[in-house]
Structure formats: structure tokens, C-alpha cells
């Protein structure tokens, strides 16, 4: 019912030339396509053009998202990019709330959520993230503390077609540290967040929704996530920036 999906997030990792070499390298390795697995790479701004010129040529079976977006349509916004102008050079994903956007950048949910609403407006999916720090975790409200998150991240929205609308569960603690969150864990909070998703928008549209898991996720452990009833995917760093390790999870999820 939901085809699973593996998005790369580059983070602000390769240049506009490695970029279009990492690019072309998992365009060869997944050359023989990704079955029902939907795939998304991330790239830094900078290298999103060169990355959608070689899904084009290539023919490439993975589908470009940004890493960040402004909720305004234009104007004076030093550094920002407004969502058409990530339309306009073929992005159809964004993350929104990564935890080191809140963290390093100060963003907000309610910002999150305005950059959710901007995105869908102009037909670009959302992967949303989220994702308790360790004092959370050890406190025992890793929970609540997500429910909350996801509450604020989704006031208002409405989702029509909910293959449009995808979260990322990302334990900080978990992020770049090698500590990966057992499948148990993934699990658990997953599950949380379908079930606010069910009391929000409805159980059809909440069953409809991608949860990705993100943290360490990796070729030797991402099978272990999806086993579970609602993880249905991973938000992939580290392991993004190698053509044959991100494609090595690709074909783990097909
Ligand atoms: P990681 O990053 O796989 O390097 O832990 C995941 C993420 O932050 O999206």
C-alpha cells in the first residue's frame, strides 16, 4: 500500500563536480531500475541543477530534492530559495525541520510548518523530520516529545494525496554518531506518529503517509527497519555520499 522510499541527504557534503559524479555513479548502480522503492537524493543547493541534468541524461531512477526551502514566493530574502524556483529546475522533494536546521539555525516548528504548507502549494513533497534529543530519550518522553512535534509540524495542512506527504523519525542522538536506534525503538515512535497521524487527518490518509527512519542508518542495518509495520523507509546520511552504499540500500528496501 505505501511503496517504501530511500531519501540520501548529502548535507553540506560535495561540490557541484562531485556532486554530478556521485550522481552519474548511482544512476549506473541503480541503472536497472528500484521496483517499487522510491528513491530521492538530496544535494546542497548549489548542486541541484548539475544532479537534475544527470537524472535527465541519464535516466536516472531516483527523483532530486532540496534540503531546505523559504515559504515566501520572492523578494527580499538574502540567501533563500523560494519553492518555485526549486520547481523550476525539477525538484520534487524537500526536508523540512532537519534537526540540524533547528538546532544549528534556530528553526521552529511553526516555521516548519509554514515551509510544509509553501511546499505543497507549489506541489513539492515534504519529508519532514523529526526526532527527540538524548535528555529526552534517557527522561523516558521521547514519545510525547515527537507526538508534539508532529502536531505542530502538520497544524493545517491538508493532505489530499498522502504519497505527498512524507516524515523522517530521526533520533538525534542517533545522527552521524554510529548509535543507531534499534528497529524496536524505530518502531516505536513510528507507530506514534501514525497514530497522531490517524487522530489528525484520518486512519486512510495516516496509512498513506511514508515514515522513514534516519540515524546511522545503514546497508547492514536497514533491512532490520523495515521489518517493522511503520518504518517505511530511511533518511540516509553518511552512507548517501557513496554511490554503491546508497544503492546497496536502495535494493535492501526492493
Ligand atoms: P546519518 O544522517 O545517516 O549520517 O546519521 C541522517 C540524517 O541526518 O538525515
Known amino acids: 500500500m505505501r511503496n517504501r522510499m530511500i531519501a540520501g541527504n548529502w548535507k553540506m557534503n560535495k561540490t557541484y563536480t ?15 531500475g528500484t521496483g517499487s522503492v522510491d528513491v530521492v537524493v538530496c544535494p546542497p543547493a548549489v548542486d541541484l541543477k548539475g544532479v537534475a541534468e544527470v537524472i535527465d541524461q541519464k535516466k536516472a531512477p531516483f527523483a532530486l530534492g532540496a534540503q531546505n526551502v523559504y515559504w515566501e514566493e520572492h523578494g527580499a530574502f538574502t540567501g533563500e530559495t523560494a519553492p518555485d524556483m526549486l520547481t523550476n529546475i525539477g525538484a520534487t522533494y524537500c526536508i523540512i525541520g532537519h534537526s540540524e536546521r533547528r538546532g544549528y539555525f534556530h528553526e521552529t516548528d511553526e516555521e516548519i510548518n509554514k515551509k510544509a504548507k509553501a511546499l505543497m502549494a507549489h506541489g513539492i513533497v515534504p519529508i519532514s523530520c523529526c526526532g527527540e534529543p538524548l535528555e529526552v530519550r534517557e527522561a523516558g518522553k521521547h514519545v510525547e516529545f515527537v507526538v508534539d512535534q508532529i502536531k505542530k509540524d502538520t497544524e493545517g495542512l ?13 533520533p538525534i542522538w542517533a545522527i552521524g554518531t554510529g548509535k543507531t536506534a534499534t528497529a524496536d525503538d524505530a518502531q516505536e515512535v513510528c507507530g506514534a506518529i501514525r497514530k497522531t497521524l490517524a487522530e489528525i487527518f484520518g486512519q486512510k490518509t495516516a496509512d ?39 544503492a546497496a540500500m536502495v535494493k535492501a528496501a526492493m
Open 158 to 170: 491538508e493532505i489530499a494525496d498522502p504519497s505527498k506527504y512524507v516524515i523522517a523519525y530521526e
Open 208 to 246: 498513506g503517509i511514508r515514515i522513514l527512519y534516519g540515524g546511522s542508518a545503514k546497508p547492514n542495518n536497514v533491512a532490520g527497519f523495515l521489518e517493522k509495520d511503520d518504518v517505511d523507509g530511511a533518511l540516509v546520511g553518511g552512507a548517501s555520499l557513496k554511490a554503491d552504499s546508497f
Open 18 to 32: 562531485e556532486g554530478v559524479e556521485l550522481a552519474s555513479g548511482l544512476a549506473d548502480e541503480l541503472k536497472d
